[in-house]
Each structure stands twice: as structure tokens, then as C-alpha cells.
């Protein structure tokens, strides 16, 4: 069975993870992958659900294992996806949705450069996506203005994508997400079906 991976990008606070719960709700056969990172969990996320919260030794065994799909360090803390349900749900024919950044999404298309299809999600402008940042009230000033740095960045990695959408608001980012994963699974299937 053929299955997509799909790789949903952006700058920090441009609303991925928000749009990855909204996405298992409206797509519930998409197979939606939990990082693990070791950076420290703010108030409102629940480990396991947000992020697998891992200390760094943990994040480092299993990186010597080989136990992460793909895997970077960004703003000073490790980022991966753990192997196992991936390749697993892959295999089964599942569609799966990773949400992961930029320097993860090459190694993706490296390792998958006939199946994965990469999304960059967008904010409106850099004011807007400051403005974000610091509403959400986890970063100082400093972590602020790296974030930020980091955004200017990641952003000429947008041609490296498939598609792009600009977050302007969570309920039309999330459908515009959506419709690009249903037509891409559409026709995926659609192509296997023709070549039968």
C-alpha cells in the first residue's frame, strides 16, 4: 500500500502545533506524529500530547540507536521523531503528518524524496509573527529576538516546499492544510489505481 508523509513547517509561533490538533480532529485516518524534544514544557502542554519530553540523556541514547526518523537542534534544544510509529504506520499504508522544522523537513525528503510532501505554514509579516511570540508569553525579550532571527532564516527554505500557506487565522490555515493533504492522498490514490 502507498501512504504519504506529510512535513508541516514554520518559524516558531506561527501556530504548527495548534493546526497539528485541529488537523487529528478533521482528518482522524491521518496518523499525526508527537515530537520529542528536550526543552522544558510550558504550563499548558501536556507531554505526550504537545511534545514527548525527554532529558537529554534519553534524547541522546535514542539517537544512538537510531531511534529518531529525523532530528535537529533548534534554539538550543533537540527536536526528533521517534522512528518506530512512523515506519510502522507507513507500512500499514497510513498517511502520516509530521510537524517538524526546517532542518528535520530536508532530511525527510532525503529519506523520502518520492513520498514525503512538505508544507511551509506562513505568518502574514514578521510584525505579526513578533506579535505572536510575545503574546504567547514563553520567551524573554532575548528569546524573542532569536526566534525572530531564526524566522528570517527559515524562511528562505520556502522554495525547498511543495505548498505554503499563510497562517492568518487557525480556522482557514487548517482548512487549507487540510485540503492539500486530502487532494495529495486523493490523488496518490488515484495514480495507484490508474497504474493498476
Not at 82 to 107: H, R, S, Y
Not at 142 to 150: A, D, F, S
Request: net charge positive.
Amino acid at each position: 500500500m502507498q501512504s504519504s508523509l506529510f512535513v508541516l513547517s514554520g518559524p516558531s509561533g506561527v501556530g504548527k502545533t495548534t493546526i497539528r490538533q485541529e488537523l487529528a480532529k478533521m482528518i482522524p485516518e491521518l496518523f499525526v506524529s508527537v515530537s520529542a524534544t528536550t526543552r522544558q514544557k510550558r504550563p499548558d502542554e501536556v507531554n505526550g500530547r504537545d511534545y514527548l519530553f525527554l532529558g537529554k540523556e534519553k534524547f541522546d541514547a535514542m539517537l544512538s540507536e537510531n531511534g529518531f526518523f529525523e532530528w535537529a537542534n533548534v534554539h538550543g534544544n533537540c527536536y526528533g521523531t521517534p522512528t518506530k510509529p512512523i515506519e510502522e504506520k507507513l507500512a500499514n499504508g497510513k498517511d502520516v503528518l509530521l510537524v517538524i522544522d526546517v532542518q528535520g523537513a530536508c532530511q525527510v525528503r532525503e529519506r523520502m524524496p518520492l513520498s514525503s510532501i512538505l508544507i511551509f505554514l506562513l505568518p502574514p509579516s514578521l510584525d505579526e509573527l513578533k506579535s505572536r511570540l510575545s503574546g504567547r508569553k514563553s520567551d524573554d525579550d532575548e528569546q524573542v529576538k532569536i526566534r525572530l532571527e531564526n524566522a528570517k532564516s527559515e524562511l528562505k527554505s520556502l522554495l525547498n516546499y511543495d505548498y505554503s500557506v499563510v497562517n492568518h487565522t487557525i480556522a482557514q490555515a487548517t482548512h487549507d492544510v487540510a485540503s492539500i493533504i486530502k487532494w495529495c492522498s486523493y490523488r496518490r490514490k488515484y495514480d495507484r489505481q490508474g497504474k493498476n
